[in-house]
């Protein structure tokens, strides 16, 4: 309700301006402390780019973290990544180096997506300098991508990226908890680059392509025949904004039976009870959580970031650069 009212400039959220206030004056003087050196900041001594968001709720984080590593993969670089690991079960210890045989109880579902998707040295922990000293010490990497992380003003950063979504903007542009504003709207005009999710702004622009479905029980590739558009599917999605998923399906032709869980969701097999008429099609963040108790009629839609070259050459040559 609160989320709808934000992007729909409800008027009644008026009458939370006065404890908007009393969030941005929090913002403020805590950013300050860290500025002024009244609150410790650790700088790692290789660049550390952030890639976050200004807004509450899914942007589409995780693919451009895996397309920006891959990106610089593929130009001979060697990124590493840190993420908070939002969850992980109640008493996963920290810091927590992701691992093939590393599960989403233990770091959270999008450092475990990051990891097996690129291969890239991968620190989990909520306090994040202790992610990227522990991941410093744990791997020779040119560069470190912290995975959200854009208000964590105790890591010192040589780079901002923040996502939005080109629909939906900035809602009503009040904050915290009379919009969905983090930090004030001039704190865009601070960092180095704003990406807008599903623009085809050449500059700014991040789209997705769909490479098609692929089975959550790894074992099961090549075994079963994927369903096809004009089949009738149960789609699962725990993520920020499940209807892009859906429509997703749809436009490929799929009849879809919606089934949202919350962000993060911690699967079980009852939850997959009631969907045994028909294949299930989730997203892959979901399928890193299931692969345990998936069944052969369990698939997960591929998808990629495309990010912008510039982007790219930016956080490339902050590594060429000088110190």
């Known amino acids: 309700m609160l989320v709808r009212a934000w992007y729909r400039q409800a008027t009644w959220l008026w009458l939370l301006r006065p404890l908007e206030l009393v969030f941005r004056v929090v913002v403020q003087l805590r950013r300050k402390a860290y500025r002024y050196g009244l609150a410790t900041v650790y700088r790692p001594p290789i660049p550390l780019v952030i890639v976050g ?71 989990v922990d909520p306090d994040r300098s202790a992610a990227v000293s522990t991941l410093l010490a744990s791997a020779e990497i040119d560069l470190v991508l912290s995975d959200d992380g854009l208000q964590h003003y105790a890591l010192a950063r040589d780079f901002e990226i923040v996502l939005m979504d080109a629909l939906r903007g900035t809602g009503n542009g009040f904050c915290l908890p009379a919009g969905p504003l983090r930090e004030p709207l001039g704190r865009l005009a601070e960092v180095d680059y704003v990406l807008l999710r599903g623009s085809d702004d050449p500059i700014q622009g991040v ?74 099609i989730m997203t892959e963040k979901d399928a890193v959580k299931c692969r345990s108790m998936a069944h052969a009629q369990m698939w997960y839609l591929k998808i990629s970031a495309r990010l912008p070259e510039p982007l790219v050459d930016a956080v490339a040559a902050l590594v060429r650069s000088p110190a």
């Open 53 to 123: 968001n200004i807004t509450v709720g899914g942007t589409g984080k995780t693919p451009v973290v895996i397309a920006l590593v891959e990106a610089l993969q593929a130009r001979g670089l060697r990124p590493g990544v840190v993420s908070r690991g939002y969850g992980a079960a109640p008493g996963a210890r920290f810091p927590h180096q992701v691992s093939d045989r590393s599960d989403a109880d233990q770091c959270g579902d999008e450092p475990l997506l990051i990891h097996r998707r690129t291969g890239a040295p991968t620190v």
């Open 207 to 280: 789209r997705y392509d769909v490479q098609g479905l692929r089975p959550v029980r790894e074992n099961d590739a090549g075994e079963q025949a994927a369903p096809l558009p004009g089949s009738a599917i149960h789609a699962v999605a725990g993520i920020g904004q499940p209807g892009q998923f859906f429509s997703t399906l749809e436009e490929a032709g799929f009849v879809v039976g919606k089934h949202s869980f919350a962000d993060h969701h911690r699967y079980t097999e009852q939850d997959f009870a009631a969907f045994a008429d028909r294949p299930i």
